[in-house]
């Protein structure tokens, strides 16, 4: 216990010993402080507040500190030792803790959980793979530009809805040119419009702004003001409002340094889609939304599956929008129900992956024909996992299954250098984490199990992919910067 303060020893009354000052102190205006002999001074009771509440903040960090040691030391005890025992940590994801202190998981196939294997069945630097995770929580400070609709010029205007009309419709068929007046001004839409209006010069924005560097101030600030109209709207549970989220999503995909979880937006499309009938074809009734009736049910569907579908298999999860085959038989078009039977098939792949059995994952695989002839090389890439696990029953089959991953992966890689060579929608997350997770399983797969290819797949072959997967890597680090801990840790791993 301190000492009774100067003042109070001096008129020998009773101290408090209060912090940062003693009452007697405090009604006297006097400054409260000690004798220290130790320092041979005085010094005021402030100071000594200060010094505690500095401990009991250093004690919360050491506990902090010492509760991700532990947490990382579990890990490290936890490492696998066999084959056998790194799939049964991959198959239930990664759990990271983020700078926001939350935790965030990553599915087994993710990029994050793939990392991890490669990292530990190579046997390389831990350090590397942290880098990797901290790639999603780098913490950007935000941009605010205050709206103003002089800084979107008549010329910015009809750049960018000609850029939507030729870039981005085709791959996202929503509003078509028909809901467009190149001689109208922004502000002159009627207010109805006008979302859908800033929503599609979002994106048209976020996909020029490589290339055109004036139009990333207006990106940055149409994103404010579409937030601020989509909330406005966030009660409406009609189509409009739909594919209002689902042009957001786009923009995000196109954007991934927005700082914004793409995941939310799609989860919140695919729940209102559920609400308002939109996945049942049992149902002939009319899709609530007036600005969006034009809009062919299939067509709005189908994008929404797509996205749903591609975020999930990078982020290693479950597809949220799940389809039945009673639902898709009522579909006329043909496109349309073949979309839907590959969302439904990597549904029921993943479940088959992931449940908790005790049986082998690659023998089941094996016992169904249609996955065993599939050559959706989506659908393989989601078991690159496997490539940790080998078991007795699964001999058989490994050989014909190390091959599916590989093609799916030669063919990841060549599909992605033929978007990035052409001047179409490029989604940086999506092809960084499909051709980083396709590079590590060459190397895995060149190194681990090249028994299993021999014969069917030259080596040079296999090492022209992943010199290939490699440049793909550095062409999307050099434009976006947050790609770089997954260009460095790509670069360090054996081609040979």
Known sequence: MLPSCALCKKRKKKCDFNLPSCKNCESTGTQCEHFDEGLGNYVPREYIKSLSDNIVHLKYEIEKYKKKIDKRSLQTEGSPRSDSNLYDTIKNGIFIEGSDSELHYFGPCS???????????????????????????KSIPAIHIPFDLNMITSEHTKILISNYLTEVYPVYPLLSDSFFHFDLMVKNYPPSKQVFIFLTLLVSSAHLMRKRSDFVPIKIMLQHKVLELMKSRASCEDCDYLVCLILYAVYQLLDPENGESIRRTISLACDLAERIHLVDYSR??????SITKDISKNAILKILLTLDSEVSIVLGKLPLLTMINQKISNIEEEQGENLLRASCEKYEFYILIYSNSSNCKVCKIFQFQRYKCSNDYNLWLLASSLLSHRCNDCNLYYDSFVLNIMNASMSTISKFDATLKGTGIIHYWIALSKVAVSIMNLVLIRRIHSSCYSGFVTNDSVCEHILLGKQLISQISAQWYCASPVREFIDQLPIK
């Open 111 to 137: 990029v994050v959980a793939v990392t991890y294997m490669t990292t530990m069945l190579l046997k390389l630097n831990t350090t590397t793979f942290e880098r990797v995770v901290m790639m999603d929580f």
């Open 284 to 289: 002939n009734d009319e899709i609530p939304g």
